[in-house]
């Protein structure tokens, strides 16, 4: 799987959007960018995915440039509840690759 | 969907003792990943199973680790002879695989907390 960059940590005012940025220069065409976030003693939980064209579900909206060297995980409303770390994680759909390989993430803090 | 459980949450254990920890996907979910989790880093694969099978092994999982999934659905990790060294999080996940190869997203449980003393 691909190295990813991250932050290592990023704070953000509640109610504004939280913007993550991730790296992933050597990614190639075939592997996906995932994002799952970890609350504080917590299990990682899946928040989105893509390949190439932005995504939006309940949770956030993943823009990826057109190159697919780097993607942002947007958060449109930061409530406190958002406070975790964010894991940035590239990988195939199909095919080898059935492990999610962490890097260290970014810590988000949301505050008043 | 009552998600990915694990049991227990907590355990603290003496160096050179055994512990099983024992980890209940959610009940369509044919894969189950178990993970290593230090303070400050990200959970770390240590091994995965489809149905009973399992097929793929870290180099992190010694022959002190041993995990199993007998009928293909709770799964147990075991540690034998544990060392201070194996304090961490233990993350359980599962997911469903389909055709058994396109994955879709891994659902983690809480996480068994290992303190060795």
């Known amino acids: 799987d691909a190295k990813t960059t991250q932050p290592p940590s990023m704070d953000c005012a509640e109610g504004r959007a939280a913007n993550l940025p991730c790296n992933h220069s050597?990614?190639?065409?075939?592997?996906?960018v995932y994002w799952y976030r970890q609350i504080h003693s917590q299990g990682p939980q899946y928040i989105i995915h893509?390949?190439?064209n932005n995504e939006t579900n309940e949770m956030a909206s993943l823009i990826i440039t057109e190159d697919r060297k780097s993607s942002t995980l947007i958060l449109p409303h930061a409530t406190l509840r958002d406070t975790a770390v964010y894991y940035c994680?590239?990988?195939?759909?199909?095919?080898?690759?059935?492990?999610?390989?962490f890097g260290t993430g970014t810590q988000l803090k949301v505050e008043l | 969907d009552t998600g990915v459980s694990q049991d227990p949450r907590h355990k603290i254990t003496k160096r050179g003792q055994n512990v099983t920890f024992r980890c209940d996907p959610i009940?369509?979910?044919?894969?189950l990943y178990w993970y290593r989790q230090t303070l400050g880093q990200g959970p770390e694969f240590l091994t995965y199973?489809?149905?009973?099978?399992?097929?793929?092994k870290s180099r992190l999982l010694s022959d002190r680790f041993s995990a199993e999934r007998p009928k293909g659905s709770f799964s147990t990790l075991e540690i034998q002879r544990t060392e201070q060294g194996d304090s961490a999080m233990y993350l359980c996940?599962?997911?469903?695989?389909?055709?058994?190869?396109?994955?879709?997203?891994?659902?983690f449980g809480p996480g068994t907390r290992l303190t060795v003393t």
């Open positions: 009940s369509e979910h044919n894969r």
């Open positions: 050597t990614i190639s065409g075939n592997e996906y």
């Open positions: 994680i590239v990988r195939l759909l199909t095919g080898g690759g059935n492990k999610l390989t």
């Open positions: 199973f489809q149905n009973e099978a399992q097929l793929e």
């Open positions: 893509g390949l190439k």
């Open positions: 996940a599962s997911s469903l695989s389909t055709s058994g190869v396109y994955y879709y997203e891994q659902y």
